[in-house]
């Protein structure tokens, strides 16, 4: 699995269309979820950038875990939270330099981007290919 | 994978994994207060028990904490039965008795038409139901900071020797995670206090939110090797800057002839 989030801050206008698109897939009893991702600011005139997590290597969150509730998806490319196991200390959610690691306080759950489990759904409705998802060679 | 019957319905299931979980996987209701998928099933609080058998028993039937029993093929489950129902309610009134005035005890038991206990009160009610599962999840974290003292009546959760815990990290594993929410803390400005002790939370540089416990950091940044400056910033600060930080970086890209 070695498909990638491409980035390209120029295109995004900030319409905040991807976090739409990322709330709505992550709904849980009929009320939307709290987005995974973040068009936000990219300091300079006209300038957005979509933060997402984009899934390191060796990442922060997983070293920070101790009760190891962050695993690899072999099957997704995608680090999640086993939120059976988080037991919600926020040591990943402090620890993320990217600030990809989130508390919902609606569903009182620690939360992170698990790619909608391969196929990231805010990818394809980004109108400006900002943001892609695709497979690169590494 | 293996399969098993509960309540009549078929039901796959990995080999060796605790019934409760599977359960819950099948979405049945089943109250379990001591159990979580963080530490060792413990089998404290008894109410996830049910029935089991299977076709060569000869029809010999046998309760269990489901979730200490692990999944084997060809088991039958019922997990409501009439004398099941029955045991549950006994458990909890007993649980009643103790805290009579816990809003999760009280709300388990009136599911199951407990509305006050048939025993005797205890003269000290106490949200605690002494199931054990603070303590695990604080050795599990690897602080070991909490523990059961005394034995029978007297048995409770407490610091060593009751004073400030000082392997207590104020990560509030325990507090957010006892299903009778009986461990207090407080959480005032940048103080946290919590088994007698007072832990500085550290400060978002931006916008001087508390973020986590002093001891907190210092401990991940020391064995997990994380740049203690990391936890010196919440979420939205670092989200924050890696816009302004990918955002030079794009404008500097275009920038430079390619
Ligand atoms: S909040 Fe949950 S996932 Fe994050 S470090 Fe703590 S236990 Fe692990
Ligand atoms: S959850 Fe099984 S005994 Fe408590």
């Known amino acids: 699995m070695n498909s990638r989030f491409i980035v390209t801050p120029i295109l995004c206008t900030g319409c905040r269309t991807c976090e739409l698109a990322c709330s709505f897939t992550h709904a849980k009893d009929g009320k939307v979820g709290r987005s995974r991702i973040y068009p936000l600011d990219g300091g300079f005139k006209d300038l957005y950038v979509p933060v997402v997590c984009l899934q390191c290597e060796d990442p922060a969150c997983v070293k920070s875990c101790l009760v190891d509730a962050i695993y690899f998806n072999e099957n997704t490319g995608a680090y999640e939270i086993n939120t059976e196991i988080c037991v919600r200390c926020m040591a990943c959610v402090a620890a993320c330099p990217f600030g990809c690691s989130l508390f919902d306080t609606q569903q009182n759950l620690v939360i992170k981007c698990d790619l909608c489990g391969g196929d990231p759904v805010c990818a394809h409705f980004c109108p400006t290919k900002a943001l892609t998802y695709k497979p690169i060679a590494i | ?258």
């Open chain 2, 1 to 258: 994978m293996i399969t098993v019957t509960i309540n009549g319905k078929l039901a796959r299931a990995k080999e060796g994994e605790m019934l409760l979980v599977v359960l819950r996987r099948e979405k049945i209701d089943i109250p379990a207060l001591c159990h979580h998928e963080a530490v060792e099933p413990y089998g404290a609080c008894r109410l996830c028990m049910v029935e089991i058998t299977k076709k060569e028993w000869d029809g010999w039937k046998n309760m269990v904490t489901s979730c200490l029993y692990p999944a084997a093929d060809g088991l039958i489950i019922q997990t409501h039965t009439t004398d099941l129902i029955e045991l549950r309610k006994t458990i909890l009134d007993l649980y009643l008795a103790r805290c009579p005035n816990t809003p999760e005890i009280q709300e388990l038991a009136a599911q199951y038409g407990v509305n006050q206990t048939s025993y005797e009160q205890v003269a000290d009610p106490n949200d605690c139901i002494l199931c054990g599962l603070c303590t695990r999840i604080c050795d599990r974290m690897g602080f070991s900071a909490i523990s059961a003292v005394n034995r029978g009546h007297g048995r409770e959760i407490a610091p060593p020797l009751k004073e400030a815990p000082p392997d207590c990290v104020g990560c509030l594993a325990c507090a957010l995670n006892c299903p009778t929410n009986y461990i207090k803390y407080t959480d005032i400005g940048h103080i946290r206090e919590i088994w007698g002790r007072k832990f500085e939370l550290l400060r978002d540089a931006r916008t001087g939110q508390p973020t986590i416990a002093r001891e907190f950091a210092e401990y991940l940044s020391k064995h997990r090797n994380i740049r203690q400056d990391y936890f010196e910033q919440n979420d939205e600060s670092h989200r924050k800057e890696t816009a302004l930080g990918l955002g030079k970086i794009a404008i500097w890209s275009r920038e430079v002839p390619q």
